[in-house]
């Protein structure tokens, strides 16, 4: 029974690689490599044709003809004892609930074979309609709370994604999973989000990242990490560390995969980043200006200048330089008390709008 099992499975990695379309009469064979290493028809041998009655089954299920997926079921069951078992039961219970559009009843079902019957030739098909229904959670699709109201179920999409690429390891379906979720995430803004309990575009490209470092996936999630992070500064108001780091992101993707930096900009995001953190401590200096320190409105001025030539934030850093050149000096008063407590609080200030140079 195990070999057969196993040997099922086998059938079914083939059937899904090759694309071909399920029927009773399919126009076109499907091959697979056996054991004694010649390739044959998946239909010339038990398992194959298994796997081939069982794709016609989920077919009509699809399709709505409900009563001849059961017809076709107990003609399966009847044909292939020895292979037909409580796991084709479970899942093809999943399937009817799937059928019916009763998609997170169905999840559940799925899930449960799933757990049961790891071992199963129809695992990789149910985690196959797992991944369509939270691919449609992710879309949009409502689900039904006591049959009448519809609720986003955008959070159970990303849960049902997350398990799938957690049951699937380095698989194929996995790395879709994920990719999906991500692509979500941006589509909807979510770049990058503190909250735990909620999912960020950022965090998840840093899970492929660390999941799949080389080969084009590990290079698409290195750039998906740069965009989220940049995509997800706000404002001069707001802190800019994930722009620094989006920043260092573009800067290694430009230098591991050279001949793709222009067909994704590159250089014209590290310069965009580049007038972004230039404009942050220009804001800074504003600030300074405003309260009346010009010493230090002066120092970040300067700093702009120094550190980001070139940049729009560092030609207006120039021209505040230079018009304090040309400004007559004011007489010195004496400071008040009232100024000088002022100034012993530009710490405290500083730190309480976040304006520390980042």
Known sequence: MCSNLLFARLAVAVLVLSGAVFSGRSCADTWHLADNGEWKKVADDEAGKYMLDVAEVK????????????????????????????????????????????????????????????????????????????????????????????????????????????RAGDAPIAERALISVARSCEKRGSFYVADPDKTGAYEVWAEISARWPTGGLGRDAMLGMAHSLHSAYR???????????????????????????????????????????????????????????????????????????????AAMAKAKLEATETREPSPKKERSIRRRLFDAGNTFLDSWFGLGRL
């Open 59 to 166: 077919r009509l299920i699809s399709v709505g003809r409900v009563d001849s997926a059961q017809q076709a079921l107990e003609r399966l069951k009847a044909d292939f004892p020895d292979i037909a078992g409580p796991d084709l039961d479970a899942f093809m219970e999943a399937e009817m609930l799937y059928g019916a559009g009763k998609w997170a009843k169905a999840v559940k079902k799925y899930d449960e074979f799933i757990e049961a019957w790891p071992q199963s030739p129809l695992y990789e098909s149910a985690l196959e309609r797992e991944y369509a229904i939270a691919t449609a959670f992710l879309g949009g699709e409502k689900r039904k709370v006591l049959k009448v109201l519809k609720l986003s179920a955008y959070e159970e999409g990303v849960k049902i994604m997350r398990r799938i690429a957690d």
């Open 235 to 313: 404002s001069c108001k707001y802190d800019s560390s994930g722009l620094e780091s989006a920043r260092r992101y573009y800067e290694d993707f430009k230098e591991r995969y050279s001949q793709l930096a222009d067909e994704h900009n590159i250089d014209a995001k590290i310069k965009m980043v580049d007038e972004q953190l230039a404009y942050k401590q220009f804001a800074i200096g504003e600030y300074y200006e405003r309260s009346g320190n010009r010493q230090a409105a002066n120092l970040y001025y300067q700093m702009v200048s120094d550190d980001w030539p070139g940049t729009d934030a």
